[in-house]
């Protein structure tokens, strides 16, 4: 078997990528929560797929509840160990280590590992720097105790700027000059982030908070996806609906299978540090089929080339 996950992502970079295109979900194979180093949790559940560079360590708790997989086919992918202690895991699982089952059924295990995690952490502290150099298009402001977003009047895509400690002081959200559906962009600056509830407001809004420096964050109440590649998750109740991405996860707050970011493309943004995509090696049985696969691909360049 010719694992081709390598070569493709090569060849399909060399034809070029959309600079301002924002797709996390890609890196991550559209998982629910990503860490770069161990996940640990109990007494909750996450209706979506685990990807962790590190040990994943669970108790009392469900695992992809909702059949939202990675990898088109991964509940847990860990490079370390995985153990459960009273629980379920609804589907197979990668662990680059040993897995440990107490008291709970043993899920399917793949000897296949579908993500370079060090491409992929890198990939996300690349996003996270790029967006927090985008000029803001909107604005922040308190009004009473609500966080009060002001937003371009234009649609499509908004950024606001602000501070961890100035989006903390605010219990609700109060929308201004937005577009039902648009992209928001939070660019977060500050160690520790905190969210106070009161997000009902961003209901069938693409949100994305990007805590681009943040040491910890707490995503309880959160609607939407929380980039943080630098910070621990903290906090022992609550829930998120939507991704996140983190360094480590230490917290028990459920984190429910919806408002997943969707791809868009940002004005303004640019990742110079293009990796190729990150993804589960394809395996392709017959070499006349890899033959036919590398002939399509240089025809695509070529094709390329020639309208240029």
Do not use: C
Request: hydrophobic residues 45%; without cysteine.
């Amino acid at each position: 078997m010719i694992k081709l996950g390598v070569f493709l992502g090569v060849a399909l970079a060399s034809m070029g990528a959309q600079a301002g295109v924002i797709d996390l979900g890609a890196i991550m194979g559209g998982a629910n929560v990503y860490t770069a180093r161990d996940f640990n949790a109990y007494s909750s559940d996450v209706e979506g797929a685990i990807v962790s560079g590190g040990n994943v360590t669970i108790q009392s708790y469900e695992v992809n509840k909702k059949a939202q997989a990675a990898y088109a086919g991964y509940s847990i992918v860990s490079g370390g160990d995985i153990s459960l202690t009273s629980g379920t895991i609804h589907g197979q699982v990668y662990a680059g280590g040993k897995i440990t089952l107490e008291s709970a059924g043993a899920p399917p295990r793949s000897t296949v590992k579908p993500v370079d995690f060090a491409a992929a952490t890198e990939q996300f502290i690349d996003i996270a720097n790029g967006l927090s150099l985008i000029g803001a298009t909107g604005r922040v402001e308190r009004q009473d105790s609500a966080n009060k977003i002001i937003g371009s009047g234009k649609g499509g895509v908004d950024v606001f700027n602000v501070s961890a400690g100035f989006l903390s002081g605010g219990n609700n959200w109060v929308l201004s000059g937005l577009t039902k559906g648009q992209t928001l962009i939070f660019n977060i600056s500050g160690e520790h982030g905190v969210f106070n509830g009161g997000m009902e407001t961003l209901w069938g809004y693409n949100v994305l908070f990007n805590f681009f420096e943040a040491e910890t964050v707490d995503v309880k109440g959160v609607l939407g996806t929380v980039l943080a590649p630098h910070a621990t998750v903290v906090h022992n109740w609550g829930v998120i609906k939507g991704q996140v991405i983190a360094d480590t996860w230490n917290s028990s707050v459920q984190v429910d299978a919806e408002n997943y970011f969707k791809p868009i493309d940002v004005p303004g943004f640019e990742l110079l540090d293009n990796e190729p995509p990150v993804g589960p090696p394809a395996e392709v049985p017959e070499p006349g089929t890899l033959m036919l696969m590398i002939a399509g691909l240089l025809g695509g360049i070529a094709l390329r080339r020639r309208r240029a």
